[in-house]
């Protein structure tokens, strides 16, 4: 179990990483005030992919807590 554990965590690492890189690489070529909607967008597709990764993991039967 420590070795998937393991590669969730690298994986959720990497991909935060990915976001950091996105944002500050692409997404930000001007100075700009960043306005209530973009936050608010930006915020829920953040939020998205935490949800999807435990509804990935519930939906393919690796995510139990009672089996600890």
């Given at each position: 179990?420590?070795?998937?554990?393991?590669?969730?965590?690298?994986?959720f690492?990497?991909?935060?990483?990915?976001?950091?890189?996105?944002?500050?690489?692409?997404?930000?070529?001007?100075?700009?005030?960043?306005s209530?909607?973009?936050?608010?967008?930006?915020?829920?597709?953040?939020?998205?992919?935490?949800?999807?990764?435990?509804?990935?993991?519930?939906?393919?039967?690796?995510?139990?807590?009672?089996?600890?």
């Amino acid at each position: 179990m420590f070795s998937n554990e393991l590669v969730f965590f690298c994986a959720f690492y990497c991909l935060y990483c990915g976001y950091a890189l996105l944002d500050l690489g692409i997404f930000s070529k001007r100075s700009h005030i960043v306005s209530f909607k973009e936050a608010a967008a930006w915020s829920s597709v953040c939020g998205d992919v935490c949800p999807g990764i435990l509804l990935y993991y519930k939906i393919q039967g690796r995510f139990n807590p009672r089996n600890r």
